[in-house]
């Protein structure tokens, strides 16, 4: 049985997710026809019953995708890769038995994480088969379904196509071996929904490492048939999402780079033989770009950070900045802190029927988070993309018409921008290369603008 979520929770949600761009699919379910008013309290429940969806065992990177009779040419098609490499890929589920499940009552279970790793291969798909999207397009796209309110009919050509990655082709060797990138998912989302992103890192020389925190996603299934299904409560109140910031996704990044270390000191496995774990950056999506800045915080393993339109949840940034270079991509919000200086208290106090103390809070709150962090970081704005331009979910919509490729909104040239500017950086930071993009007054795109914050400024003058 769904939970049930009163008025007043509601509407503090939607103001919520107004102010600090919570969610991935608000824009996508309205824009595949379904309610977004019902998108907001579906996301807010804290579980669906999967039960029909997820009877069969599909997290390993060698199963077979379920036989569907729709047509191949209604699949969604991925951009060729722009690097000199062809992409592996392999999945893997790791255990944090230090810590206990905080999302189930078992006393006797333990954290689980699947880890989907993408990496550099000189191999083809004449050798080695291509990865589905999903290999279990059914399961997914019902969980999708109850997650997102979006018709698994509409989501379904996404989660029956191919991708580029050749599952378990050998890692090209390399003399200096490859940087590494965490990924984080946004709140809601899985790790392996960024592949226009994810697989074009790889192709350029560098390791991905895609962590999914389970139970804040809205489908994780283990080998051992076991199914976490999506947990959301309290998610509109602020001080929750900095503890589970704190004290769930940044603990499952630094495990995660534990155990990293501890597979490159073995060097059995020739991935692991190329990880160069003197230089890794992060990056992550809606949630999980505040999670790139809350483990770079935490951690000095962690050397430069993207945050894909996140807020900035958790510990609030010292005055010194991120520790690193850092790289905040944004949507609509050219102008988004002094549009929300702007905003009227009293009003959307009105309009979403909540206290106006609330609403004066929330706005104090989330322009601090964000002023103190963008003084110091570069800080890139989208004027004609979306929340969700971030992942591979818009690709839908492009190719089955609910986008105009040749506009500026386009999903493929958004893509590739965030794929420019997320390589730039990166290579600055990480390999030491002259940056192209990151100049001020250099807007290489329209509608796409570069702002250096004051603080960095001040650090690259000296």
Same mark, same amino acid.
């Given at each position: 049985?769904?939970?049930?979520?009163?008025?007043?929770?509601?509407?503090?949600?939607?103001?919520?997710?107004?102010?600090?761009?919570?969610?991935?699919?608000?824009?996508?379910?309205?824009?595949?026809?379904?309610?977004?008013?019902?998108?907001?309290?579906?996301?807010?429940?804290?579980?669906?019953?999967?039960?029909?969806?997820?009877?069969?065992?599909?997290?390993?990177?060698?199963?077979?995708?379920?036989?569907?009779?729709?047509?191949?040419?209604?699949?969604?098609?991925?951009?060729?890769?722009?690097?000199?490499?062809?992409?592996?890929?392999?999945?893997?589920?790791?255990?944090?038995?230090?810590?206990?499940?905080?999302?189930?009552?078992?006393?006797?279970?333990?954290?689980?994480?699947?880890?989907?790793?993408?990496?550099?291969?000189?191999?083809?798909?004449?050798?080695?088969?291509?990865?589905?999207?999903?290999?279990?397009?059914?399961?997914?796209?019902?969980?999708?379904?109850?997650?997102?309110?979006?018709?698994?009919?509409?989501?379904?050509?996404?989660?029956?196509?191919?991708?580029?990655?050749?599952? !378990?082709? *050998? /890692?090209? $060797?390399?003399?200096?071996?490859?940087?590494?990138?965490?990924?984080? %998912?946004? @709140? +809601?989302?899985?790790?392996?929904?960024?592949?226009?992103?994810?697989?074009?890192?790889?192709?350029?020389?560098?390791?991905?490492?895609?962590?999914?925190?389970?139970?804040?996603?809205?489908?994780?299934?283990?080998?051992?048939?076991?199914?976490?299904?999506?947990?959301?409560?309290?998610?509109?109140?602020?001080?929750?999402?900095?503890?589970?910031?704190?004290?769930?996704?940044?603990?499952?990044?630094?495990?995660?780079?534990?155990?990293?270390?501890?597979?490159?000191?073995?060097? !059995?496995? *020739? /991935?692991? $033989?190329?990880?160069?774990?003197?230089?890794?950056?992060?990056?992550? %999506?809606? @949630? +999980?770009?505040?999670?790139?800045?809350?483990?770079?915080?935490?951690?000095?393993?962690?050397?430069?950070?993207?945050?894909?339109?996140?807020?900035?949840?958790?510990?609030?940034?010292?005055?010194?900045?991120?520790?690193?270079?850092?790289?905040?991509?944004?949507?609509?919000?050219?102008?988004?802190?002094?549009?929300?200086?702007?905003?009227?208290?009293?009003?959307?106090?009105?309009?979403?029927?909540?206290?106006?103390?609330?609403?004066?809070?929330?706005?104090?709150?989330?322009? !601090?988070?964000?002023?103190?962090?963008?003084?110091?970081?570069?800080?890139?704005?989208?004027?004609?993309?979306?929340?969700?331009?971030?992942?591979?979910?818009?690709?839908?919509?492009?190719?089955?018409?609910?986008?105009?490729?040749?506009?500026?909104?386009?999903?493929?040239?958004?893509?590739?921008?965030?794929?420019?500017?997320?390589?730039?950086?990166?290579?600055?930071?990480?390999?030491?290369?002259?940056?192209?993009?990151?100049?001020?007054?250099?807007?290489?795109?329209?509608?796409?603008?570069?702002?250096?914050?004051?603080?960095?400024?001040?650090?690259?003058?000296?």
């Amino acid at each position: 049985m769904k939970s049930k979520i009163t008025t007043g929770r509601k509407n503090r949600l939607l103001l919520f997710t107004l102010l600090c761009s919570l969610f991935v699919f608000s824009s996508a379910s309205q824009a595949l026809g379904t309610d977004g008013s019902q998108q907001s309290i579906a996301i807010a429940e804290s579980s669906a019953s999967y039960t029909a969806a997820t009877t069969v065992d599909t997290t390993t990177t060698t199963s077979k995708p379920a036989s569907h009779s729709t047509d191949k040419a209604t699949n969604v098609q991925f951009p060729s890769l722009a690097g000199p490499y062809q992409v592996g890929t392999e999945t893997f589920h790791w255990i944090d038995k230090s810590r206990p499940e905080r999302f189930t009552a078992s006393k006797h279970d333990h954290r689980e994480l699947m880890i989907q790793v993408w990496y550099p291969t000189k191999a083809t798909s004449a050798s080695y088969k291509r990865q589905p999207f999903s290999d279990n397009p059914t399961a997914h796209a019902k969980a999708f379904e109850s997650y997102a309110q979006v018709p698994a009919s509409k989501s379904m050509p996404l989660f029956l196509s191919t991708t580029h990655s050749l599952i !378990k082709a *050998p /890692i090209a $060797k390399n003399k200096q071996k490859y940087p590494v990138l965490i990924f984080s %998912h946004g @709140f +809601g989302a899985r790790n392996d929904s960024y592949r226009f992103l994810t697989e074009q890192l790889a192709s350029q020389g560098y390791i991905i490492v895609s962590v999914q925190h389970t139970y804040n996603s809205f489908l994780t299934q283990f080998p051992t048939g076991k199914v976490a299904p999506y947990v959301g409560h309290h998610i509109e109140n602020y001080a929750y999402m900095d503890r589970l910031i704190t004290n769930v996704w940044v603990k499952d990044i630094q495990f995660v780079l534990d155990r990293l270390e501890q597979l490159a000191q073995k060097n !059995k496995d *020739p /991935i692991w $033989k190329q990880l160069d774990l003197k230089r890794i950056g992060m990056l992550g %999506h809606s @949630f +999980g770009g505040a999670a790139s800045a809350q483990v770079m915080l935490a951690d000095k393993r962690v050397k430069a950070g993207v945050n894909m339109d996140g807020s900035f949840y958790g510990k609030l940034v010292p005055d010194t900045g991120i520790p690193g270079p850092f790289l905040y991509m944004g949507a609509n919000d050219a102008d988004g802190l002094q549009n929300m200086e702007n905003m009227d208290p009293k009003e959307l106090a009105v309009e979403h029927e909540i206290r106006v103390e609330e609403v004066k809070e929330l706005l104090n709150d989330t322009s !601090k988070r964000y002023k103190q962090a963008l003084r110091h970081s570069y800080s890139l704005s989208f004027k004609h993309a979306n929340h969700e331009t971030f992942c591979d979910f818009p690709i839908l919509m492009e190719q089955f018409g609910q986008i105009k490729a040749s506009s500026l909104n386009s999903v493929t040239r958004h893509h590739r921008i965030i794929n420019e500017y997320a390589l730039d950086f990166f290579d600055h930071a990480l390999k030491g290369k002259r940056t192209t993009l990151l100049s001020e007054n250099k807007n290489k795109y329209e509608g796409v603008t570069l702002t250096i914050g004051e603080g960095l400024k001040e650090k690259i003058r000296n």
